[in-house]
């Protein structure tokens, strides 16, 4: 007989088409996740599936699949076997090469023939792993959230503001207010108004000290609040671990739970929107976290460069040019003034410093932006601009020209912090809020300035704490 080892190469390229259409049936004709939807009655349960958005043929793909599957193994045993039987007699070599190779042929062309029953059976696989993962998606507070809205009596925001509380507590929400307190004191932490005349950078670091404040405080609350979690947020904790459970059983179980499972979903989100209203200061926590933000971010850009914008403005109150020379013109006006230049100028030829308009003027400027500081409320206060204001003027001899021009520069520097206070706490920063009232129980007009805003939060910070 002829010598078929020429064959080889052929008939091995067969076997390892065999096995490997074997490798992806056959686990398929034993697959759990398979095997689970061939115990629905679809016709039972058809207006489950669309009720939970079950969206697929699943009917026609599990029958498609189970006829696919032993279509599929069928083929596949006999083609087996018939490669089984040419491979015997290659071996033996009891049949010719040209009805060995018509053979092999044979079986690669009818092996080839089952790619598209694997194609749909393919298909019909993708729709009942899709359908199950349907399903899974639903076992989870966020899948399960419309339907439980849809089978309660309750307003859908209640079963909302309930879900959103128990995210807050259990820090589950990347933009719970954990998250945002988290990011609103780095940014507070962060600013700083080193450009910024001494005075004015401490006037705006005040507001930022007072929000900072009234973030702890904040924060101490929500810490507290997670450390001794109300009753309601325990009951939902154990019924997400439920639903992770639930998550185990075989599809018909899982579909025919969710209605009861979304009843009692809605029943637990109502109870922890109860408990979230009963708790007064959780309805501050928002309303709280946005006026921490809008303190920021007026503190971080608008402001300051609206003050440096009035630094230099010709007509501002606080121009240190202009106000020292409106204060050195009255400084040295009338018949007071006369004698001033006229006392100053004597002592001048003694060896005394004395001081003209313009000079006075300059002096005052210095003074203005270097100051850091315009209370005198108390003893402190007092003390450290005495001693600045020594600095200052120590060319000048005690008690004359020295108490005059402190007392001068004194009033300078008092209105110019005044007249920067009024400006930076009268700057306009929002619009009333009339839902922020409401959650408050507060009617009539919002806070408008960063004065009002940082009074409010620091009322609120109170609140928190009390």
């Known amino acids: 007989m002829e010598n078929l080892d020429h064959l080889n190469p052929e008939l091995e390229q067969i076997q390892q088409l065999l096995k490997a259409v074997r490798a992806a049936v056959e686990p398929l004709s034993h697959d759990r996740r398979l095997g689970q939807w061939q115990r629905i009655n679809f016709d039972r349960h058809d207006l489950l599936f669309k009720e939970y958005g079950l969206q697929g043929n699943y009917k026609k793909a599990r029958n498609a699949s189970v006829t696919g599957i032993r279509t599929i193994l069928h083929e596949l045993a006999r083609l087996e076997n018939e490669y089984g039987d040419l491979a015997i007699d290659i071996r033996r070599r009891s049949i010719t090469d040209q009805a060995a190779m018509a053979a092999a042929v044979n079986i690669k062309n009818q092996a080839e ?46 079963l909302d503001q309930g879900l959103r509380f128990f995210l807050f507590i259990t820090r589950d929400d990347a933009n719970s207010g954990a998250s945002s307190l988290a990011r609103s004191l780095a940014r507070a932490t962060a600013l700083e108004f080193a450009d910024l005349p001494p005075m004015v950078g401490n006037l705006l670091e005040q507001h930022r000290l007072l929000g900072l404040a009234a973030a702890d405080r904040l924060k101490a609350y929500i810490e507290h609040l997670r450390r001794q979690p109300p009753r309601e947020v325990s009951t939902l904790m154990e019924f997400r671990d439920q639903l992770k459970e639930l998550r185990r059983q075989e599809a018909v179980k899982l579909l025919t739970e969710l209605p009861r499972l979304s009843t009692r979903y809605g029943s637990i989100l109502f109870d922890l929107a109860h408990r979230a ?16 933000e809008l303190l920021h971010n007026t503190l971080a850009g608008p ?40 006392k100053m100028l ?11 308009a313009l000079e006075l003027q300059a002096k005052t ?13 108390t003893d402190e206060e007092r003390t ?23 007392n001068h520069l004194q009033k300078c520097v008092g209105l110019f912090g005044r007249n920067l206070e009024r400006l930076i706490n009268q700057y306009p920063v929002g619009q009333p809020g009339a839902s922020e009232a409401r959650s408050n129980g507060e009617t009539g007009n919002d806070e408008h300035t960063l004065g009002q805003l940082t009074a409010k939060l620091e009322i609120w910070g109170d609140r928190l704490e009390t």
């Open 277 to 292: 209203r009963k708790l007064r200061p959780v309805a501050l926590i928002s309303p709280f976290l946005d006026k921490l």
């Open 113 to 158: 023939l089952l790619e598209p029953l694997l194609r749909d059976l393919d298909a019909s696989c993708r729709v009942l792993f899709q359908g199950q993962e349907q399903l899974y998606r639903l076992y989870s507070l966020a899948g399960l959230l419309p339907h439980a809205k849809k089978n309660s009596k309750i307003e859908p925001e209640e």
């Open 346 to 356: 004597l002592r001048s030829l003694g060896g005394q410093k004395a001081i003209t």
């Open 384 to 406: 450290k601009l005495n001693l600045f204001l020594e600095e200052a003027l120590a060319d000048y001899t005690k008690p004359f020209p020295f108490e005059l021009l402190a």
């Open 303 to 342: 402001l300051p460069a609206r003050v440096k914008e009035q630094l230099t403005a010709p007509d501002s109150s606080v121009n240190p040019e202009q106000l020292a020379a409106n204060q050195a013109a009255e400084f040295f006006l009338g018949l007071r003034g006369v004698m001033l230049s006229f």
């Open 365 to 377: 400027v210095d003074i203005l932006k270097r100051c850091p500081a315009h209370h005198t409320r």
